[in-house]
Nanobody
């Protein structure tokens, strides 16, 4: 069983910062790309940022220069440092990971349960 657990959401004022964390656990052989997505009320889920196993990153235009994605030393954790938050960043933030599990080896994609970020003006 593989699961992703997010933490770090909350209510902040515009201009403040938050750091989200997501940890993968379970019977894992390797973790490939990890990413953060968000879904605002009444909108579709959208990509925020992704990071590959060799730490190449990609960001949505709306967060470039404000958000930074990184992976922990053990490579099973991904972080999203969010600076200069805006009210339009308000959403449920989801972690996603591409994971190879053993016995038998197969590739899975897993989502976390989501963490709410609310930015007040």
């Amino acid at each position: 069983q593989v699961q992703l657990v997010e933490s770090g959401g909350g209510l902040v004022q515009a201009g403040w910062s938050l750091r989200l964390s997501c940890a993968a656990s379970g019977n894992i052989f390797s973790i490939n790309t990890m990413g953060w997505y968000r879904q605002a009320p009444g909108k579709q889920r959208e990509l925020v940022a992704v990071i590959t196993s060799d730490e190449n990153t990609n960001y949505a235009d709306s967060v470039k220069g404000r958000f930074a994605i990184s992976r922990g030393n053990a490579k099973n954790t991904v972080y999203l440092q969010m600076n200069s938050l805006k009210p339009e960043d308000t959403a449920v933030y989801y972690c996603k990971a591409g994971i190879t599990v053993p016995n038998p080896y197969r590739y899975l994609e897993r989502w976390g349960q989501g963490t709410l970020v609310t930015v007040s003006s």
